[in-house]
């Protein structure tokens, strides 16, 4: 499975509209600033990005780029469908009784399991929770004996 930039830095912006929940229309070009991303590749992304639903924009000088949803209704998954044309590449092998060997059987069954735990996994992230990421990791870090 590959990710590619699309995703990351797709990721990466929808995180940071998630930060500004609320506060806002946020501009491409402070968000694209603040990733050290390229403004050019970002207004690619929001157009995939808002084609899909998950964000929406505001026209004029104070516009830029809201969430459509709440940050806890966005999901990882969500975002990496609509950016990635597949989500795991896998052979796609027609399985019939008559000519497949056992072997056939077994890994297609554990490409199935890998494709299942990676989009549970994913569908279970919200872009709030990546929001609560770096906040536990630094109440951790707090923690004194």
Request: one cysteine or more; glycine letters at 4%; a negative charge.
């Amino acid at each position: 499975m590959k990710i590619s930039t699309r995703s990351l830095y797709g990721l990466r912006l929808l995180y940071n509209l998630a930060l500004n929940y609320n506060q806002g229309p946020q501009q491409l070009s402070e968000i694209a600033a603040r990733e050290a991303i390229s403004e050019k590749y970002l207004s690619q992304i929001v157009i995939i990005l808002r084609t899909s639903g998950l964000i929406t924009s505001v026209r004029g000088a104070l516009g830029g780029y809201l969430l459509a949803r709440r940050p806890q209704e966005i999901t990882v998954l969500q975002v990496i469908q609509c950016l990635e044309v597949e989500l795991l590449v896998t052979q796609d092998i027609d399985v019939n009784a008559n000519s497949a060997s056992d072997s056939l059987f077994a890994t297609n069954e554990i490409w199935d399991r890998l494709h299942l735990a990676v989009s549970d996994t994913l569908g279970a992230i919200s872009l709030q929770d990546m929001i609560d990421i770096p906040q536990k990791a630094r109440r951790v870090l707090d923690y004194n004996i």
